[in-house]
């Protein structure tokens, strides 16, 4: 990996190199990027076919003429600013690329042929090990040799348990293979030690080779930005200072989703169940809003009226306001399509705010073999259009957010009201639906307390969009669009700022040869997701078929187990969103964030690490024996037993059917809930709610910010520390150095009352009362430690630290104790 410089103030420098033809990029002395002017080419293009499949568009386009370069000049323009003018050898039109320095680590390249109608195409030489990760949110490691294209489209299809036998066909995920997204963005991070990306919003289409990458750019001119930096961390850091950084979701979006449909009754019921059941949620999410229907194989939610079903939901003013006194937030769902001969459709083409096509009528999307129409947010009318119709009255009932479904449907020969083209529009159709929502969200609510939720996207929808959740995922553990594609897709997502990521629990589609979810599926797709930022349970399209969290008793328990553990996190995934917003660093991080100098780790996408301290590695498919697990560089210890694991090496275990292999790493402490004190002073284990809680039973965040646990991995010997951001403001420094004498004795706090989901064998504890601004001194077994809140914390906080008794550690083999 070229990732060995410390040097941070190194700028790019730029060098012609004639005898290789190629343009190079440098960063403290190192080749970053190689572009192989000769392969630069002018693309006259020829007829475009353009076949609907269902969902997808194939798109088929042969060049008549394609004209590389063959040479070339570099002109002073300015200080900070280069020009090379290339030309073919022989007529034809040239490329001009202008180079502009805008930071000592970042260049853009203005790059544009003066051929009216052509494309552009670029291409790199790289090493056959350079690893090109990204190209936003994909469900398949994008590897070469791979063809793919910048599009926004739904993801790939499973064929159930025939796409592991139809591998070799290259329709194979259905329609189009592995790589359509709905979020297929021309941006990618480089092991090379560069970030870059396109701004344009027109299709490129990718080939990637072991030794050649090109990129063919479906405009006359673009521009590529590239970011280069010491290390990973720093080139995304420095990525997102650019592009902007996301904005911290309210407390709530923390703690998991529950969905409810068919009914106000339903919604009411499911509340209740998970109080009574002490099922941390904080949000009921009602799809169905606008109606549904369900016999004894499906649910379907149509029509697409976007007005609420009155029989189904008689009262949501009442059924709002009795969620929010049970500490919930209440969530609907929001699409651009309207089906043709709702009330809101003719309302949208009397208002003349519907997409329309060449002949001036609107366009027609089919969904499920039902015709919409789709709104035109290029319209000047738009926004107050979707705010006065769609946004208001459902901020009217109740609702504190929603899903912003779909945004990837707009045909190429639509002609919007802003005179481009649906060539032009369609991909960047994803944020001018993101920013109506954002826009209406900001006005409505400047506090913040709100969330939507998208699965397209496009450069910029990280900035816009509060969470995106993986899309329609099959219900099985099959390859090609089952459990095994979630880590991948959350891996991608994270190079294009999608920090606050989930999955629908257990899959979605359930069509043709994919069967519903079973007990096994729901149970390994529920251990990943509790690890993940946003936890959400899903119904699924075969809802009155699939598993669900309350099917038996061991599922509700597990699931109770795990609900638990994710929101215990709450305070450890608040600590990495203030510093995914201070300094662009995500919170769900591939391993090669964290271990660039690794060579494995830039090929794993199975496992992933949350922050700096926990590494996670789920069983994604259906046998658990020999589960294959890669511990990089360090000591790691079993979250469930304790057992401590040394790497880096590969280590294969049969991990049980209730258990996420889950690790701690050594030198590192992670913030958790605990709960709150019971009258005995016990802790119960437990925050039902990271919203407030009114009325009913529950532990909420108020009560829990009142106490904090840290569990910690280290040595009686090490000398180490950290600040963390407290989500009740201010920040808690803790330091642990070695005793140097006896310890006193101290005060000591059992091990709270649920505690299935925390941390096993943390043998040591100790606890203190911390006033912001006043430090503590504790003496203990485990060594020195020193605790204390900051001045412009807001409230005392009882501080409890927790560790391992280091002369009973117990190491782990190749076969056992995970």
């Given at each position: 990996?070229?990732f060995?410089?410390?040097?941070?103030?190194?700028?790019?420098?730029?060098?012609l190199?004639?005898?290789?033809?190629?343009?190079?990029?440098q960063?403290?002395?190192?080749?970053?990027?190689?572009?192989?002017?000769?392969?630069?080419?002018?693309?006259?293009?020829?007829?475009?076919?353009?076949?609907?499949?269902?969902?997808?568009?194939?798109i088929?386009?042969?060049?008549?003429?394609?004209?590389?370069?063959a040479?070339w000049?570099?002109?002073?323009?300015?200080?900070?600013?280069?020009?090379?003018?290339?030309?073919?050898?022989?007529?034809?039109?040239?490329?001009?690329?202008?180079?502009?320095?805008l930071e000592?680590w970042?260049?853009?390249m203005?790059v544009?042929?003066?051929l009216?109608?052509?494309?552009?195409?670029?291409?790199?030489?790289?090493a056959?090990?350079?690893?090109?990760?990204?190209?936003?949110e994909?469900s398949?490691?994008?590897?070469?040799?791979?063809?793919?294209?910048?599009?926004?489209?739904?993801?790939?299809?499973?064929?159930?348990?025939?796409?592991?036998?139809?591998?070799?066909?290259p329709?194979?995920?259905?329609?189009?293979?592995?790589?359509?997204?709905?979020?297929?963005?021309?941006?990618?991070?480089?092991?090379?030690?560069?970030?870059?990306?396109?701004?344009?919003?027109?299709?490129?289409?990718?080939?990637?080779?072991?030794?050649?990458?090109?990129?063919?750019?479906w405009?006359?001119q673009?521009?590529?930005?590239?970011?280069?930096?010491?290390?990973?961390?720093?080139?995304?850091?420095?990525?997102?200072?650019?592009l902007?950084r996301?904005?911290?979701?309210?407390?709530?979006?923390?703690?998991?989703?529950?969905?409810?449909?068919?009914?106000?009754?339903?919604?009411?019921?499911?509340?209740r169940?998970?109080?009574?059941?002490?099922?941390?949620?904080?949000?009921?999410?009602?799809?169905?809003?606008m109606?549904?229907?369900?016999?004894?194989?499906?649910?379907?939610?149509r029509?697409?009226?976007h007005?609420?079903?009155?029989?189904?939901?008689?009262?949501?003013?009442?059924?709002?306001?009795?969620?929010?006194?049970?500490?919930?937030?209440?969530?609907?769902?929001?699409?651009?399509e309207?089906?043709?001969?709702?009330d809101?459709?003719?309302?949208?083409?009397?208002?003349?705010?519907?997409?329309?096509n060449?002949?001036?009528?609107?366009?027609?999307?089919?969904?499920?073999?039902?015709?919409?129409?789709?709104?035109?947010?290029?319209h000047?009318?738009?926004?107050?259009?979707?705010?006065?119709?769609?946004?208001?009255?459902a901020?009217?009932?109740?609702?504190?957010?929603?899903?912003?479904?779909?945004?990837?449907?707009?045909?190429?020969?639509?002609?919007?009201?802003?005179?481009?083209?649906?060539?032009?529009?369609?991909?960047?159709?994803p944020?001018?639906?993101?920013?109506?929502?954002r826009?209406?969200?900001?006005?409505?609510?400047?506090?913040?307390?709100?969330?939507?939720?998208?699965?397209s996207?496009?450069v910029?929808?990280?900035?816009?969009?509060?969470?995106?959740?993986?899309?329609?995922?099959?219900?099985?553990?099959?390859?090609?669009?089952?459990?095994?594609?979630?880590?991948?897709?959350?891996?991608?997502?994270?190079?294009?700022?999608?920090?606050?990521?989930?999955?629908?629990?257990?899959?979605?589609?359930?069509?043709?040869?994919?069967?519903?979810?079973?007990?096994?599926?729901?149970?390994?797709?529920?251990?990943?997701?509790?690890?993940?930022p946003?936890?959400?349970?899903?119904?699924?399209?075969?809802?009155?078929?699939?598993?669900r969290?309350?099917?038996?008793?061991?599922?509700?328990?597990?699931?109770?187990?795990?609900?638990?553990?994710?929101?215990?996190?709450?305070?450890?995934?608040?600590?990495?969103?203030?510093?995914?917003?201070?300094?662009?660093?995500?919170?769900?991080?591939?391993?090669?964030?964290?271990?660039?100098?690794?060579?494995?780790?830039?090929?794993?996408?199975?496992?992933?690490m949350?922050?700096?301290?926990?590494?996670?590695?789920p069983?994604?498919?259906?046998?658990s024996?020999?589960?294959?697990?890669?511990?990089?560089?360090?000591?790691?210890?079993?979250?469930w037993?304790?057992?401590?694991?040394?790497?880096?090496?590969?280590?294969?275990?049969?991990?049980?059917?209730?258990?996420?292999?889950?690790?701690?790493?050594?030198?590192?402490?992670?913030?958790?809930?605990?709960?709150?004190?019971?009258?005995?002073?016990?802790?119960?284990?437990?925050?039902?709610?990271?919203?407030?809680?009114?009325?009913?039973?529950?532990v909420?965040?108020?009560?829990a910010?009142?106490?904090?646990?840290?569990?910690a991995?280290?040595g009686?010997?090490?000398?180490?520390?950290?600040?963390?951001?407290?989500?009740?403001?201010g920040r808690?420094?803790?330091?642990?150095?070695?005793?140097?004498?006896?310890?006193?004795p101290?005060?000591?706090?059992?091990?709270?009352?649920?505690?299935?989901?925390?941390?096993?064998a943390?043998?040591?504890?100790?606890?203190?009362?911390?006033?912001?601004?006043?430090?503590?001194?504790?003496?203990?077994?485990?060594?020195l430690?020193?605790?204390?809140?900051?001045?412009?914390?807001?409230?005392?906080?009882?501080?409890?630290?927790?560790?391992?008794?280091?002369?009973?550690?117990?190491?782990?083999?190749?076969?056992?104790?995970?």
């Amino acid at each position: 990996m070229a990732f060995n410089r410390l040097d941070e103030q190194q700028s790019i420098t730029c060098t012609l190199d004639n005898t290789e033809n190629i343009l190079i990029l440098q960063y403290g002395g190192i080749a970053v990027m190689r572009l192989a002017l000769s392969e630069l080419a002018v693309v006259e293009p020829g007829p475009v076919s353009v076949t609907r499949v269902i969902a997808w568009d194939v798109i088929r386009r042969t060049p008549l003429r394609t004209t590389p370069m063959a040479v070339w000049r570099c002109l002073k323009i300015s200080p900070g600013r280069d020009r090379i003018v290339l030309s073919p050898d022989g007529p034809g039109a040239g490329i001009t690329i202008d180079l502009t320095r805008l930071e000592p680590w970042h260049i853009a390249m203005d790059v544009r042929t003066d051929l009216p109608g052509a494309f552009v195409q670029l291409s790199w030489q790289t090493a056959a090990d350079e690893h090109w990760r990204g190209f936003g949110e994909h469900s398949h490691t994008i590897l070469p040799p791979a063809q793919f294209d910048s599009w926004v489209e739904e993801g790939p299809v499973g064929l159930g348990w025939l796409s592991s036998w139809l591998t070799f066909l290259p329709a194979v995920p259905f329609p189009k293979g592995p790589y359509p997204s709905y979020a297929s963005l021309p941006l990618w991070l480089s092991s090379a030690g560069y970030s870059a990306w396109f701004e344009s919003s027109e299709m490129i289409r990718w080939s990637l080779g072991h030794w050649r990458r090109k990129a063919q750019v479906w405009a006359s001119q673009t521009r590529l930005h590239v970011i280069a930096g010491p290390d990973p961390g720093t080139i995304l850091a420095r990525q997102f200072s650019v592009l902007g950084r996301p904005s911290v979701p309210p407390a709530w979006v923390f703690a998991p989703w529950n969905d409810s449909v068919q009914g106000q009754e339903q919604a009411l019921l499911m509340a209740r169940f998970l109080r009574e059941h002490r099922i941390p949620s904080s949000a009921i999410w009602i799809e169905d809003w606008m109606g549904s229907h369900e016999d004894s194989r499906r649910f379907w939610m149509r029509p697409l009226t976007h007005r609420a079903d009155t029989a189904l939901y008689p009262d949501f003013p009442g059924l709002a306001s009795t969620l929010h006194a049970g500490g919930y937030r209440m969530l609907g769902y929001f699409c651009p399509e309207l089906t043709e001969g709702s009330d809101l459709y003719r309302q949208a083409d009397r208002d003349g705010v519907l997409v329309k096509n060449a002949a001036g009528r609107p366009v027609r999307i089919s969904i499920l073999g039902i015709s919409h129409g789709q709104l035109d947010p290029t319209h000047p009318h738009a926004f107050a259009w979707m705010r006065d119709h769609l946004f208001q009255p459902a901020l009217t009932l109740g609702f504190d957010g929603w899903m912003a479904d779909f945004g990837e449907y707009l045909p190429v020969s639509a002609q919007m009201a802003d005179g481009t083209t649906g060539w032009q529009t369609h991909n960047r159709y994803p944020l001018l639906w993101q920013q109506a929502h954002r826009t209406f969200w900001e006005q409505a609510r400047p506090s913040g307390d709100y969330t939507f939720f998208v699965r397209s996207g496009w450069v910029g929808t990280h900035a816009l969009a509060p969470v995106m959740w993986g899309g329609d995922s099959d219900t099985d553990f099959e390859e090609a669009d089952g459990l095994p594609t979630v880590v991948p897709q959350v891996l991608s997502a994270q190079t294009a700022g999608f920090f606050y990521w989930g999955t629908d629990i257990a899959g979605y589609m359930t069509f043709g040869l994919t069967r519903p979810s079973s007990r096994l599926l729901y149970w390994r797709w529920l251990q990943l997701a509790a690890l993940l930022p946003v936890m959400r349970t899903h119904h699924g399209t075969a809802r009155p078929r699939n598993w669900r969290f309350d099917k038996d008793g061991d599922t509700l328990d597990l699931y109770a187990r795990y609900a638990r553990l994710h929101t215990a996190l709450y305070p450890y995934f608040h600590h990495l969103a203030v510093l995914a917003a201070d300094d662009g660093i995500p919170l769900t991080r591939p391993l090669y964030l964290e271990y660039p100098q690794d060579a494995a780790c830039w090929s794993i996408d199975q496992q992933f690490m949350l922050g700096p301290s926990l590494l996670v590695a789920p069983v994604t498919r259906k046998q658990s024996k020999r589960h294959m697990i890669y511990f990089p560089a360090g000591s790691w210890r079993c979250w469930w037993t304790g057992t401590v694991h040394e790497g880096p090496r590969w280590t294969a275990a049969d991990i049980p059917e209730d258990r996420l292999p889950l690790y701690l790493k050594r030198g590192c402490a992670v913030p958790l809930f605990e709960g709150a004190a019971g009258p005995d002073g016990q802790m119960e284990g437990i925050v039902d709610s990271l919203a407030p809680i009114a009325q009913g039973p529950g532990v909420d965040l108020d009560q829990a910010l009142n106490y904090l646990a840290l569990y910690a991995n280290c040595g009686e010997e090490e000398d180490l520390g950290e600040e963390i951001a407290l989500p009740s403001g201010g920040r808690l420094s803790w330091r642990h150095r070695p005793a140097a004498e006896h310890p006193a004795p101290g005060a000591t706090r059992d091990r709270p009352r649920h505690f299935a989901h925390l941390p096993a064998a943390a043998a040591g504890s100790c606890t203190a009362m911390l006033s912001p601004g006043d430090p503590v001194v504790m003496r203990t077994a485990g060594g020195l430690w020193e605790l204390s809140l900051s001045a412009n914390s807001t409230r005392p906080v009882t501080c409890t630290v927790r560790w391992w008794d280091e002369s009973n550690n117990s190491k782990g083999g190749p076969s056992g104790g995970h």
